[in-house]
């Protein structure tokens, strides 16, 4: 793209250093150390780092343009704007010529959930032969089938995403799904996404570190829903707390689908049944009803599995087509796993208070008479912390052992994480306390019996854990077929 295109369709509040100055922009870039020769340098201002510090480097290592806040005592052409949050996210749309508008983009929000139910949309939209791309928290895909793309973010940067989208435009794939975290909204890294759908899983704490607030959090996850226009839709689930002010900042002119076991909703699960081998209910999809079978577990699968029905419903995919479907789906790594059968040991994501309650119901429900339910989780490091003793009361009053160990624990002290979880139980004597996570993984295999369930919480597909200097490869799910099978 040259710089006058550029400058023509952007808003900016001064240019300086621009004489006679058009030169042709070879990529978009916001880390000094990755710009490449021709590149358009923008000065991020993040939480924990200026970028306007790292626009030398970046310029010594070939930046042709920065995209500034303020004027910067460099020999370069510079773009001034109010925000370069909001400048990246237009420029890198400007860049890769609104490939979103060329798409069926699909959003999918909430704090539980996202992972699972953009799998199963892509998996919806290939059953009924369309083929659907998807982005997310494990990584991207073009194909179901196709191997991940590594991802940092659940929702990439702006430039990142934007040049994904054009990937799979390129690749003439007319669909994408796509998880949209809280950070995103915020951050604007999705601005300029024309989205056709957006999807609500649910609201609940998570991110207070970030958002301060939960209404601000709430605030955040709206942005999705109030960009709708006419001919795109919602899917909100009925009986989330914040279901009715999502529904609120959703435009009359854009078609309203809801889903819930609860409450009153456009597709509803009735005569919800567990067992070993997944879940069973009726759903009712406007007065007409399916039987479901599922392979996969738990009230918050059925959740899921809604939410993918109600989407299928939204764009007009054949219903039946798409029970048959979700009927043969497993799940997705790390949700809800079964890597170990005797005794049942599940590997879950759950890193929240409310996902921790689920998957503990969850795993409950297949605790067969007499056995225990054997909890081992932690809590991340530089989050927010005053979800830590919420979720061990919850792992208190749900699992009969409880095992508290470290989870991602960054810069903090792993004890005193710990300590901030056992800040929630009433009889701390009865809690193993182990901070190695190994270690911990150990002590359940000492102390459990083959009818017994273990679930092992936090991490999920993650096979990384953050320390204070460096981060070492660590996969749950690897440590308990070596621990429990010697494998």
Same mark, same amino acid.
């Given at each position: ?5 550029? !400058? ?8 300086? *250093? ?42 010594? *290592? ?66 009924? &032969? ?44 007319? &669909? ?6 809280? /950070? ?28 301060? #607030? ?22 909100? *689930? ?14 009359? #002119? ?27 209910? !009726? ?9 479901? *079978? ?15 029905? #109600? ?39 759950? /890193? ?136």
């Amino acid at each position: 793209m040259r710089l006058s295109t550029l !400058i023509d369709n952007l808003s900016y509040i001064e240019l300086v *250093n621009m004489e006679e100055f058009d030169s042709e922009i070879q990529g978009i870039s916001y880390n000094s150390k990755k710009t490449n020769p021709e590149d358009l340098f923008i000065c991020l201002t993040g939480e924990h780092v200026d970028g306007h510090e790292y626009a030398e480097e970046a310029v010594d *290592n070939g930046a042709c343009i920065c995209v500034v806040e303020r004027r910067l005592n460099l020999d370069v052409p510079q773009i001034v704007v109010d925000d370069t949050t909001e400048a990246i996210a237009q420029i890198s749309d400007l860049f890769y010529a609104s490939p979103s508008q060329k798409i069926n983009l699909i959003g999918v929000t909430g704090t539980n959930g996202k992972t699972t139910v953009t799998h199963l949309i892509q998996k919806l939209y290939e059953a009924n &032969n369309e083929q659907c791309g998807l982005i997310g928290t494990l990584g991207h895909k073009f194909f179901s089938e196709d191997g991940y793309h590594d991802a940092k973010h659940t929702t990439p940067q702006a430039p990142e995403l934007q040049k994904l989208l054009y990937e799979m435009n390129e690749k003439c794939i007319p &669909n994408v799904v796509m998880e949209v975290s809280s /950070h995103a909204l915020a951050q604007h890294r999705v601005d300029y996404c024309d989205f056709n759908g957006a999807i609500l899983t649910n609201l609940t704490q998570d991110h207070l570190d970030f958002h301060i #607030t939960m209404n601000n959090y709430f605030q955040a996850k709206a942005k999705l829903f109030e960009e709708l226009v006419s001919g795109d839709f919602a899917v909100i *689930n009925a009986d989330d707390e914040y279901a009715s002010k999502f529904m609120q900042v959703v435009s009359p #002119t854009v078609s309203m689908y809801t889903y819930g076991i609860k409450m009153p909703a456009d597709v509803k699960a009735e005569k919800i049944t567990f067992n070993n081998d997944g879940a069973s209910f !009726i759903c009712n999809i406007k007065g007409e009803e399916y039987p479901v *079978n599922l392979s996969m577990n738990g009230m918050f699968s059925v959740y899921n599995v809604l939410a993918a029905i #109600t989407a299928a419903l939204a764009v007009g995919m054949d219903i039946k087509k798409c029970i048959e479907t979700l009927e043969t789906i497993k799940g997705v790594a790390g949700r809800f796993e079964i890597v170990v059968k005797k005794p049942t040991v599940i590997v879950d994501y759950a /890193h929240t208070p409310d996902g921790l309650e689920n998957v503990l119901k969850a795993a409950r429900e297949i605790t067969p008479n007499g056995g225990k339910l054997i909890c081992i989780f932690g809590c991340g490091g530089d989050r927010d912390a005053t979800k830590r003793p919420k979720m061990g009361a919850i792992a208190e009053s749900l699992a009969d052992k409880i095992i508290v160990t470290s989870d991602n624990p960054r810069s903090e002290n792993p004890h005193q994480i710990i300590t901030d979880i056992l800040a929630g139980f009433k009889r701390v004597s009865d809690v193993i306390v182990e901070p190695d996570r190994e270690l911990a993984i150990k002590e359940a295999y000492k102390i459990a019996n083959a009818n017994d369930v273990v679930l092992v919480a936090g991490k999920g597909h993650e096979d990384y854990q953050i320390l204070a200097n460096e981060t070492i490869h660590f996969d749950d799910r690897e440590k308990v077929k070596e621990i429990f099978l010697g494998v």
